[in-house]
C-alpha cells in the first residue's frame, strides 16, 4: 500500500511539474526577446537582446540562462546576451532563455533557438586514377575540411552526363567517414563508388557539403571543382556489320570500317591472300575472281579489339550476253519475216 501511494504520489508530482514548466515556458506576455530562433556563422559576433515594457512595480530580475555567458541584471528593463565571436558548439541543442523573475509570481520564459554552424575551408574532390579503364570499380573521393555540426551534415554528388542529364546522391551522417564529435567541426571524407562503363566518358561529377539545419535556407555551404572522367574502353565496331556481299566482276569496291572507342581505334582490312591493308578504308578499282573471299576489318586500341567479317562474292554480268541474244534474235527475226515476204510475192 504505501508502495503504491508512494508510487502514485511521484507520479502526481511529476504530472505537476510538467505542467508547471509548460506553463512557466514562453507564457509571459511581457516579456521580449529580439529573436526567437537565430543561426550564427562560426567565429561571427551574436547580440540577443531581452526586455520589458516598463519596470515592475516590485524587486526583480531580468536576465538570459545559457550555458555560456549566463546574464542576470536588476531594475534595467532590457537586457542583452552577446559573444563577440561566437565559437562554443555548446550553444546547439542546449537550452537558451530568457527570464523574468519577481517575488512571490512564477518565473516568465521566453525560448530562444540558438544554432551554430561552419561552413567548410574546402571541398575537394578526387580521384584514384585520371584514366579510366573499362569494367574497373572506381572510387571518387569528397574530403571536407573543418564543417560542423557534423552530424548534420550531407555530402551530395552530382553527376551530370554528356546529354547534360543529372543524377544526385547523398550521403548522410554515418554513411561517410568523419573524424571530430557530431556536434561539433571535423573533416569529413565520402567514397562514391563508380563502375568504369563507357557511359562514364566524358561524364562530369561534383560533391558538395549540405548542412541541414532547420533556420538554414540554403544548406549548400561548400561546393567543389567539377571532376571530369575519361573512360578508356574497347572499341565496338559499328560499320558495317558481318554479312555478304555480291559484287560484279570488273566493278571498283570500297569497304569503309568504323567503330566507337577511346582513345579513337586504328584499323586493318585483311583480304583474301593475307594481304593487309592497315587504314579503315579498303578500295579496289576492278573486282576480279582473285578478289573473292572473306575481307576482316579489324579495330584496335589499348584496351582490346572487334572485328567483322565481310564475304564478297563475284557475280557475272549477264546483260551484255543478253545484248547480244537479243540483237542476234532480232536480226534473224527479220531475216525470216524478209524471207517469207519474198516467198509470198
Ligand atoms: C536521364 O537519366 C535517367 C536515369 O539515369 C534516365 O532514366 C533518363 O532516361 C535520362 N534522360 C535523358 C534525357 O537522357
Ligand atoms: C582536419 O584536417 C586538418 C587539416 O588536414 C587538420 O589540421 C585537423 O586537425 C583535422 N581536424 C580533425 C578534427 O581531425
Redesign the pocket.
Known sequence: MTVWGLFIFVVVLGVYVEYTQNTNTDSCSTLTVSHDSLLVEYGEPVELTCSIPTKPSSQYKLGMESQINPVEIENETSVMWRSPSLTEWEVNGRELFCFLSEPNKEQCKKRVHLSLYKPPDSVKISSESSVWSEGQMMKLKCEI??VGPLQNLTVQWTRVDQNKNRTVTEMTYGSFSS??EERKS??ATATLNVLASRDEDGVQYQCAALLKLEQLQQPQVGTSEPLNITVHYKPIITQPSDGTLSVTEGDSLTLSCSAHGNPSPQYTWNSPGNIMTVSSILMISSIQSEDQGQYICTAYNDEGSDSVTVMVNLVVDYKPIIAVFAVVGGVLLVTVVSFWLYERY
Open positions: 575540411k573543418n573524424s571530430g571535423g573533416n
